[in-house]
């Protein structure tokens, strides 16, 4: 029995292993519609054109909540020596979840009825075209914020080679997320893109080995029949710890 996992109960478990599969589903769709909406695009300054972008919008907003809840529960799978860790995650992955849900509703909804008015202006706020105000909060929400969060939980996964993977490539997605931030501080928005391959390619890859971490995070039998704290998956990978 792993130790370090005593707080984690097979129904964070059960939710982890969803939300886990939801964000890679959701990251699964997203990146096709990136593609094809990049493809669409006349001049690389233009923003994505519809429908992909619609399309875009929806996904994001899906998706926002189900990142809070899987790092809900990274903060519950977290031995108590690295809970700090796990909890500023969750706070910036919140942080994260929290503008850009309002920056795509707000852009789904008030900027397509704003576009009638025929005001130049409106474009510094509600448009993708860089520079405007809802760009700029998106990049901070998805490449500071999200890579600031994805940094702060790889340190909870330091036991077996499961476990080492997903902390690589958790450690991997923030640099690339935080990397994108050159685009905006250097004009160069296709820079950003690096940003991108952070937060959607691999990410969704560490999602698949998140859920499959969760999964091999059992609670066994104690010698008396009752069920055990659960336990991590070094179990599996190297050798049952001795307690």
């Not at 919140?94 to 397509?112: D, E, K, P, Q, Y």
């Not at 914020?145 to 996964?157: C, D, H, M």
Request: glycine fraction near 6%.
């Amino acid at each position: 029995m792993a130790a370090g996992h005593l707080d984690f109960t097979e129904m964070d478990r059960r939710i982890g292993i969803c939300a886990a599969l939801a964000v890679f589903v959701s990251e699964v769709a997203y990146a096709p519609v990136l593609v094809l909406g990049f493809l669409a695009l006349k001049s690389p300054e233009e923003p994505i054109p519809d429908p992909y972008f619609s399309i875009l919008e929806l996904i994001i907003i899906v998706m926002a909540p189900l990142l809070v809840v899987l790092m809900v529960v990274v903060h519950a799978y977290a031995p108590r020596d690295r809970k700090t860790y796990s909890l500023t995650a969750l706070v910036f992955m919140t942080i994260l979840a929290g503008i850009t849900s309002c920056v795509h509703f707000v852009i789904l909804t008030v900027s397509r009825q704003m576009e009638s008015t025929g005001l130049l202006w409106l474009s510094f706020l509600f448009s993708f075209r860089w520079p405007s105000v809802v760009y700029a909060l998106d990049i901070l929400a998805w490449d500071l914020f999200f890579g600031l969060s994805v940094l702060f939980a790889a340190p909870v996964f330091k036991i077996g080679r499961l476990e080492r993977l997903v902390r690589f490539g958790l450690v991997l997605s923030g640099v690339l997320s935080l990397a994108g931030l050159i685009g905006p501080v250097t004009g160069n928005m296709q820079l950003r893109n690096i940003g991108i391959v952070g937060y959607v390619g691999v990410f969704s890859v560490v999602c698949l080995l998140l859920a499959e971490t969760f999964r091999r995070t059992r609670r066994p039998e104690s010698r008396d029949g009752n069920a055990s704290p659960l336990a991590g998956p070094r179990a599996t990978f190297d050798s049952v710890q001795v307690f």
